[in-house]
């Protein structure tokens, strides 16, 4: 849902959403990673830092919950949830599983 409202302002030949799902290995660990990918704002550097603080939200209507809530169920699952400015325009955000419990 981030990805789609971040694409809200962009014209609409112009939007792009990329989800994705590849093995990854990590210290001798399999996972799944997954990767999404938008053609929205953006993130700015100093933005991320913050993304995944309880109540920080770069939306004028946003709780500043969601990314937080996400960020913790992955990790309990022995994951990891990152983000980053894509290289064009938009964001990426990623996120790890383990493949094997």
Not at 5 to 32: T, Y
Request: aromatic share 8%; proline share 2%; hydrophobic share 40%.
């Amino acid at each position: 849902m981030n990805s789609i409202e971040a694409m809200r302002n962009v014209r609409k030949d112009q939007r792009q959403l990329f989800i994705g799902a590849r093995s990854h290995m990590q210290e001798d660990k399999r996972f799944v990673l997954i990767t999404v990918r938008d053609a929205g704002v953006g993130l700015k550097q100093e933005q991320i830092s913050r993304l995944f603080e309880s109540f920080y939200t770069t939306k004028a209507d946003g709780m500043g919950m969601g990314l937080a809530i996400s960020r913790s169920i992955v990790e309990g699952h022995g994951g990891r949830l990152w983000a980053k400015p894509s290289s064009g325009q938009g964001a990426i955000f990623q996120f790890t599983l383990p493949a094997e419990t």
